[in-house]
């Protein structure tokens, strides 16, 4: 017999959102703590970037860390927010660089930890001719 799934429970939604907004705040003001705090503290981890491939936590830590001025301002566009159970949510946005024609794509993979939600992968591009 298999457990019913619940997508997208209000609450839960709710929550992936706050993440979701928490990090942006953090990446619009270079607050490299509380962005690699977001970050499930394991060689499992990993973040696909415009311009690196980081495996594990210490790699987007040192990213972070080492990054000279922060991420390039940006507004964000859509914004899809999905849930699946009480534990397992996925956040995905479509972005513009300020003061650019670029336009860029964000998903980010968060799970709930006893320590709280956390991303355990992530994935920003920049759009390019079509594939």
């Not at 990213?63 to 927010?81: E, H, M």
Request: with cysteine; glycine share 10%; aromatic share 10%.
């Amino acid at each position: 017999m298999t457990a019913t799934l619940t997508v997208n429970d209000p609450e839960v939604v709710a929550e992936v959102t706050a993440m979701f907004r928490r990090y942006e705040q953090a990446l619009m003001d270079n607050d490299t703590d509380a962005l690699t705090g977001m970050f499930w503290r394991s060689p499992e981890t990993l973040r696909y970037g415009v311009g690196e491939i980081l495996y594990g936590y210490d790699a987007i830590a040192s990213f972070r860390a080492n990054r000279q001025g922060g991420a390039p301002k940006r507004s964000l566009g859509k914004t899809c927010i999905t849930t699946f159970g009480r534990d397992y949510g996925i956040a995905n946005t479509e972005f513009q660089r300020v003061n650019t024609d670029k336009v860029g794509r964000q998903s980010q993979t968060w799970v709930r930890f006893a320590e709280g939600w956390r991303i355990v992968a992530a994935h920003v591009s920049l759009q390019g001719d079509a594939s």
